[in-house]
T-cell receptor, first 114, second 114 residues
């Protein structure tokens, strides 16, 4: 499984932008970069995903480095509801075992201060 | 609401027993995934089904089994339960098995083995 590295925790102030980094130096050309988050006592929630180009949706933006070895999830205005564990996941095209699936690491725990 | 329904929400059972967890995917989704989340292990991928067929297998114990039925709902069977099987079990679904597809998670079944 392709691996990602994320900071264990980050803090943000409410209504300020948040940049959550993810390193994936061993990414291959067909790996998609997925972000999910898990709020306390809830199931994981899809946030955004991309392959090469930057992506935007109603929840967040995903900035992907030109060499694809890192990416950044951007929350434009953090709210208290954004306090969660954020997971950066590489999903590859492999078959067999757990390849091709969403393999969760430890993620980044985001705290949002009012 | 993700559209993925898991039942029951809570389950308490004794060691050595067998339980069945049920998952109804979002309408139109063909792929179902099962995950286990315990405090010390994080989110562990167990197994994936696509249109009734097993597609990928992760860290699933031999005491555990799953299947996806023709109506696309899925069941996870846990037998000879041990205290260490106490965890949250999440089901997720996606419309395809492709790596560029987002998955939607249910709220989970909390299993307590006493």
């Amino acid at each position: 499984d392709a691996k990602t590295t994320q900071p264990n925790s980050m803090e943000s102030n409410e209504e300020e932008p948040v940049h959550l980094p993810c390193n994936h130096s061993t990414i291959s050309g067909t790996d998609y970069i997925h972000w999910y988050r898990q709020l306390p006592s809830q199931g994981p929630e899809y946030v955004i995903h991309g392959l090469t180009s930057n992506v935007n949706n109603r929840m967040a933006s995903l900035a992907i480095a030109e060499d694809r070895k890192s990416s950044t999830l951007i929350l434009h205005r953090a709210t208290l509801r954004d306090a969660a564990v954020y997971y950066c996941i590489l999903r590859d095209e492999g078959y067999g075992g757990s390849q091709g699936n969403l393999i969760f690491g430890k993620g980044t725990k985001l705290s949002v201060k009012p | 609401d993700s559209g993925v329904t898991q039942t029951p929400k809570h389950l308490i059972t004794a060691t050595g027993q067998r339980v069945t967890l049920r998952c109804s995917p979002r309408s139109g989704d063909l792929s179902v995934y099962w995950y286990q989340q315990s405090l010390d292990q994080g989110l562990q991928f167990l197994i994936q089904y696509y249109n009734g067929e097993e597609r990928a297998k992760g860290n699933i114990l031999e005491r555990f089994s799953a299947q996806q039925f023709p109506d696309l709902h899925s069941e996870l069977n846990l037998s000879s339960l041990e205290l260490g099987d106490s965890a949250l079990y999440f089901c997720a679904s996606s419309w395809s098995a492709g790596t560029d597809t987002e998955a939607f998670f249910g709220q989970g079944t909390r299993l307590t083995v006493v």
